[in-house]
């Protein structure tokens, strides 16, 4: 967090322009205030100066009594000069072009200056320093170093040590960003090169980014490898939707093909970085399996059909269905077609069926966070973890479920010295800056919350209506906890300790996927409001619009089937026609043999998706819908922000937006005039859900906007789950 | 009269013819063109050609600095990667895919200057004349000269 004291401005000049900067700031960063560029090869801004690569050299001279200036004989780099009072800086001297022009022949020695054959050719910034300040032929006829060429450091990343020019901030971004450490310096001198450790794979979660943030094209992509030059790529802003981090990305598509996914830079969700799973995951775009037109089952085999034929089928079926139709989907449609969705389930074919999770545990209206505790379950934008004293991970691998968050949580210690309190049955990335690691035996999460809330209570004091939770785990002692969760009862103290002050929870939706999920939630919302955190406490959700589908409402209602519901009935004959909208049953539902035989025995079986899945083989009527790039819509991430996508490449084949068949589907049941553009959409959606208000897409650039909270702060309330361990806990000893 | 008529009308006829009967003595420059061919400028730029070296292989590395350079955007080119089993051009890179657009192409000659390998190169073959719009995307393989004939491989 920014202090007050780091924010004393000194008087720098600037090429003779004076300049106000905070004291302290790194030289390089101060000049971009009056527009100028200091060349840079080893400085990124997100990391720590290490002032390797010498380009970024500036001549400094201080301000004398008399008013002149006098100038150091040597030139200084400005990547590790911080601001002081009256620091005069020169970037464009006669020396300094010189300097410049040394630096890069030096660097350009060994550089094997490949550049036609180089995957960052055109997008380089060594080539594009050396254009504006290098010598424009070389010196240097003997044989250059010949080192290892194109060697996969990993399935992602490939390593070309003879374009290296050392600059370290690959290994940095692995030390200080990160966190994994895969990468350091080998050898030194001429011989130094970035290389994992021996025998071991670079295995990072975040190892695309290196690719990025080298400044040549030593670690370049082997997915994008010669696929083609950034001159023949066409780039535009997306949204990544394969987790429900929401980040921002590049898209760079050429001839309607997806070519690879960059980071774009968003300071509230990602700040420039992507997962791996982001950058390298969206390969599904161009798969052959791609559903390109609508087909309906002719006796045993689906057939092309146009749209008409497939509306009138799906009608037929649906049409005033009520509650023997139900609808299924997955957290990847857009906010427009999920609220186009649910309005014709609901409204047009009067079903209440309707649903979108797909955990073990499926609360109902009451058992939710909200209505059992009376508090939101998302509080705290990816962003404001920054600055929390205490964060506490509970339940899963968090570089694994929330990769971009890990990261801000991460940055948070780093920078911050927040204490990262992870409690998880195995192992996680997290542990090893963790302040105190929890590693409890499965099923044992309800005992252990018991006994951290039982420490808070006595700590914290004062909570409204704590004495029977006080009762409930009076008997969660620190040393009955350790026999019954394996926690050892120092680190369950010294965790409660760092606790007591108040911490952010950061747990995703999965813990509802635990035998006893629903007890579990409560017991962690219990712990959260003993600590007088609720205002803090976050159950994120794990899909890129899983948190629209809940505010939107995509849930059944009234009298209305859950998703397990929906199978049994599909199973059993209650429901004669199900819905399912980009969602696969047979690997989304944790019991597969329900739905095998729900899909079996449903009479009709609409498939939606962008691609043919396991459920696609039973279907009665597929239809194909445009993927997140082929659309335009609206995304809500887990921290409720949504987030806007254009329409970047055309639909494959007859494809058309899961929206616009909505609303087709309506015009033929209604005769009312149809939303004509997403952007209509979101105004019904405004008016349907008042949250969405702010998000109409007048007001939807940038960064997005975070949906503002319902109604007044309540009370929170705690509940009194089933502090039991499951059964075998205990013995799994 | 009559000398006027000599001095204004034959006499500059008789001129007139003489210069025909002159010229009639040297070289015609009309070439019967389909049968003969005249001999092209030496910088004449006309249809690409995609050239090898002497051993065979294709100088192209498929980088695409070609495409960047084309004012015309009718350059295609797609790479991939050299194996040792089958190996284009030296080197990691080959164009998997090479397309000119014809119709388009103002034979300005950019994409040979901004070659590295010197692997596009603008001939004199000008006779560019076709029946149907799809034969003027000429591929790779029509672009690629001809294997040479002493192969020492």
Known sequence: MQTATEQELVTITVNDQEVRVPK????????????LDVPIFCYHPRMKPVGMCRMCLVDVGMKQKDGSVRVMPKPQTACTLPATEGLAIYTDTEQIRKDRKGILEFLLVN???????????????LQNLTLIYGPSTTRFVEEKRHLLKAFPLSKYVQLDLERCIQCGRCVRFTEEISGDGQLAFLFRGALMQPQTYELTDFTSRFSGNTIEVCPVGALTSAEYRFRARPWDLETSPAICTECSNGCSTWFDHRVGEMIRINGRTNEAVNEEWTCDKGKFGHNYLNSPKRLTTPLVRDGESLREAGWAEAYERILAVFKGGGGAVAGLSGGRPSNESLFLWKRLFTERFESPNLDHRWHVHLPGAGETVAGRHGIREVNTPIAAFEGMPAIFFFGGDPAAEQPILYLRVRKAWFRNEAKVIVAAPEPTEADNFAYCVLRYRPGSEAALLGGLTRLLLEKAGGVAGADELRQAVARFTPEETEVVTGVASGALRRAAEAMAEGFATAASRTLYNLPNGADVVTALTNLAISAKSADRFNLFATEANEQGALEIGVLPGAGGLDTRGILEGCRDGGVRALWLLQCDPFERFPNRELARQALENVEFLLVQDIIETESFHHASVVLPCCAFSEDDGSYTNMERRVQRVRRVVAPKGHAKPSWKVFSELELRMTGETPPFSAKEVMGMLGSAAPQYQVSAYDHLE???????????????????????????????? | MIKEIWSDVVKPILAGLAVTARRLKRDKSTVFYPEEQREQYPRTRWRHVLTRYENGLEKCIGCSLCAGACPARCIYVESAENTDEERYSPGERYAKRYEINMLRCIFCGLCEEACPTGAIVLRKDFELADYHRDDFIYTREMLLEKMPVKSDR
């Open chain 1, 24 to 35: 302290g700031e790194m030289i390089v960063e101060s000049v971009k205030r009056i527009g």
């Open chain 1, 111 to 125: 550089h094997p200056l490949d550049c036609p054959v180089c995957d960052r050719g055109g997008e380089c910034p």
């Open chain 1, 702 to 733: 940038g960064e997005g906007v975070i949906l503002p909270a319902e109604g007044g702060a309540a009370e929170p309330r705690l509940a009194l789950p089933d502090y039991d361990a499951m059964e075998g806990s205990r013995e799994l000893v």
